[in-house]
C-alpha cells in the first residue's frame, strides 16, 4: 500500500500551514509591534487590581450604571424569550409538524447568525442612541440563540414517558404540556440563566457604543487612565455575573426531579 | 386451554399472528383467544417474545403476519389515539411516569386522551378531574403522595402511580410488560396483587408478562408459558406443573441432555 499523498487531510493541513506562514509575513515585526509603554501600562493595570477606587462618588456611579447594565439586559432577555420560546416550540423536528419547523428554524438561524454589536450598530443608526436600540440589539441574536437550544433540549428528551402517554390515548400537544416541556424544563432554565449573564456582558460591551452602563464607565475610566476606577466598575460586573449564577443554582435545585 | 371464562366474550383474539425482526424470528405464528376477564400470566425465559407479543397486542408493534382484534375489533390500521386507549393500556418495568411532574399530574395525564390541548396545559396548574385523581391515587394506596413529584417517588410508588394512571385511562384491556421486574420481592407482591384485583374488581382483562412462577400461580386465572417465540403451554393456572415450568426455563443444552438421558 503506497501511502495516498493527496490524502484531503493531508492537503488541507498543507493549506493551513501555507496560510500560517504567509499571515507571519503580514506582521510588522519592527519594535512597533507593542509599543513602547505598552509593557510598562500593563504593570500599572494589574498592579491597581488590588487598589479599586471606593469614593463614595465612584460607587454611587457604579450602582447606577449596575442598574443602567442589568435593565437593559434584563428588557433584552425578555424580549428573546418572547422570540425563542414560541419559535423554539415550534423548529423542534418532530414529523407532525415539518410545515412550522422548516421557517421557524429560519428565523433562529437569521436572529442569531448576526452579531449583537452589528445588531446595535443597525439600530443605533435606525433609531439612534435609546435604549430600544440596545434592548433589540440583545433580544433578538439572543432569542435566536435561546430558540436553537429550546428546539434540541424539547427534542432530547427521555421517551419512554412520551410512549407511555401516546399509548394512553395524548395527542403531540398534550404530550408537549405534559411530558416534553416538563421533562425539557430545567435544562432550558438553566441555559437560560446562563444566557442572562452573557447578556450582562453584552449589555456592559454595548454601553462602549455610548448607550450608558459599566462598559461606558470602564471605557471613561480608562481615557483618564484611572486604573483604580476602572476595576472597581470591573469588580461590579464580575458581582452581577456571581449573582446571577447562585439565583440560578438556587433555581435549578428547586426544579429538580 | 380449556378455561373458566370460555364463555364469556372474546377481549383479544390472535389469528396466526408472527413477527420476525429482519431473518429473526420473534414470535411463531401463534393463535390465542382471551375472554373477558380472564388474567393471564405469560411466563419463560427472557427473550422467549413475551414483550414482542404484548407489544402487538397493544398496538405499537405491527405484527409481520397474522391478524389480531380487541373486543371484535380488528387492530390493524388502528392509531394510537382515544379509541385505542379505551381497548388497551400498559405498565412498563420502567413505569415511564414523567419525573418533574406530581404523582396527581401523571395519574390525570391519563385522561389526555379526553381533554383538549387548552384543557391540558391548564391541568397543569389547577388539576382538571382530580377527584377522579385522588380517587384513583387512595385505590392504589398512595394518596398522601398525590403532590410529591413522581421522581422522589420509591420504585413500589411509582409503579402504584403508573397503574392509577392506567385507572383514569379505563381500558378494557390491561397488559403489564414485566410490572415488577425492578422492584423487591415484598413490593412485588403487593403490586401483582394490586393490578390482578384491580382487573377482577372492575371486569377487565389482564395479561402480565412477569418472571415469579409463585405470582403467575396465586394471582392468575391462566397461565401461558412461551419459549423461543412459540406457546409450550397454556394452561387454567391450577394445572401448570413443575415439570412443565422446568422444561419452560430449562438452559438449552441441559434439555438435551436430559431428553438424550
Known amino acids: 500500500m503506497t501511502p495516498r499523498f493527496f490524502e484531503s487531510r493531508r492537503v488541507l493541513t498543507l493549506l493551513l500551514l501555507a496560510a500560517l506562514a504567509w499571515s507571519l509575513t503580514a506582521v510588522s515585526w519592527r519594535g512597533d509591534l507593542i509599543h513602547s509603554g505598552g509593557f510598562r501600562a500593563i504593570g500599572e493595570i494589574f498592579a491597581a487590581i488590588v487598589r479599586p477606587e471606593l469614593s463614595a462618588d465612584t460607587l454611587a456611579i457604579a450602582f447606577r450604571a449596575s442598574w443602567t447594565t442589568v435593565a437593559y439586559a434584563a428588557a433584552g432577555m425578555t424580549l428573546a424569550l418572547a422570540l425563542a420560546f414560541p419559535l423554539g416550540v415550534l423548529a423542534r423536528s418532530t414529523t407532525h409538524q415539518l410545515a412550522a419547523s422548516i421557517p421557524a428554524r429560519a428565523f433562529l438561524a437569521f436572529f442569531r447568525s448576526v452579531h449583537e454589536l452589528v445588531w446595535a450598530w443597525l439600530f443605533v443608526a435606525a433609531l439612534g442612541l435609546s435604549p430600544v436600540a440596545a434592548v433589540l440589539a440583545l433580544g433578538i441574536p439572543y432569542g435566536g440563540i435561546l430558540g436553537r437550544i429550546y428546539a434540541e433540549l424539547l427534542q432530547d428528551v427521555p421517551q419512554a414517558p412520551i410512549r407511555a402517554l401516546r399509548t394512553a390515548g395524548a395527542s403531540e400537544w398534550r404530550i408537549f404540556w405534559h411530558a416534553r416541556l416538563p421533562m425539557a424544563l430545567p435544562d432550558m432554565l438553566s441555559y437560560t440563566f446562563y444566557r442572562f449573564e452573557c447578556a450582562i456582558r453584552s449589555s456592559a460591551i454595548m454601553s462602549f457604543i455610548g448607550l450608558g452602563g459599566l462598559g461606558r464607565e470602564i471605557q471613561l475610566s480608562l481615557d483618564d487612565i484611572a486604573f483604580g476606577r476602572m476595576w472597581t466598575f470591573l469588580y461590579f460586573l464580575i458581582a452581577l455575573v456571581l449573582i446571577v449564577d447562585l439565583w440560578s443554582t438556587a433555581v435549578r435545585r428547586r426544579l429538580a426531579p | ?261
Open chain 2, 1 to 261: 386451554m380449556a378455561s373458566a371464562s370460555s364463555n364469556s366474550p372474546t377481549a383479544i383474539q390472535l389469528d396466526a399472528v408472527g413477527k420476525s425482526f429482519g431473518a429473526i424470528k420473534a414470535v411463531s405464528p401463534l393463535t390465542l383467544r382471551i375472554a373477558q376477564g380472564e388474567r393471564v400470566a405469560l411466563l419463560g425465559p427472557s427473550g422467549s417474545g413475551k414483550t414482542t407479543l404484548l407489544a402487538m397486542i397493544a398496538g405499537t408493534t405491527a405484527p409481520t403476519t397474522g391478524a389480531i382484534a380487541l373486543r371484535g375489533k380488528p387492530l390493524a390500521g388502528m392509531r394510537p389515539g382515544r379509541d385505542l386507549a379505551a381497548l388497551v393500556g400498559m405498565v412498563h418495568q420502567q413505569f415511564d411516569l414523567v419525573p418533574h411532574l406530581s404523582a396527581l399530574n401523571n395519574v390525570l395525564a391519563g385522561r389526555l386522551g379526553q381533554w383538549s390541548a387548552a384543557a391540558a396545559m391548564l391541568s397543569l396548574l389547577w388539576p382538571r378531574d382530580k377527584d377522579r385523581g385522588i380517587a384513583a391515587l387512595e385505590r392504589v394506596g398512595v394518596a398522601q403522595r398525590a403532590y410529591v413529584r413522581a421522581g422522589r417517588l420509591s420504585g413500589g410508588e411509582q409503579q402504584r402511580v403508573a397503574i392509577a394512571r392506567l385507572l383514569l385511562q379505563d381500558p378494557a384491556i390491561i397488559l403489564a410488560d414485566e410490572p415488577i421486574a425492578s422492584l423487591d420481592p415484598t413490593r412485588a407482591e403487593e403490586i401483582i396483587a394490586l393490578l390482578a384485583a384491580t382487573a377482577q374488581e372492575t371486569g377487565k382483562t389482564l395479561v402480565a408478562s412477569i418472571h415469579a412462577v409463585s405470582l403467575a400461580r396465586r394471582h392468575f386465572t391462566r397461565i401461558a408459558g412461551m419459549r423461543n417465540g412459540a406457546v409450550q403451554f397454556d394452561l387454567p393456572a391450577h394445572q401448570v406443573t413443575n415439570d412443565l415450568l422446568d422444561a419452560l426455563y430449562a438452559l438449552p443444552g441441559l434439555r438435551d441432555e436430559a431428553q438424550s438421558a
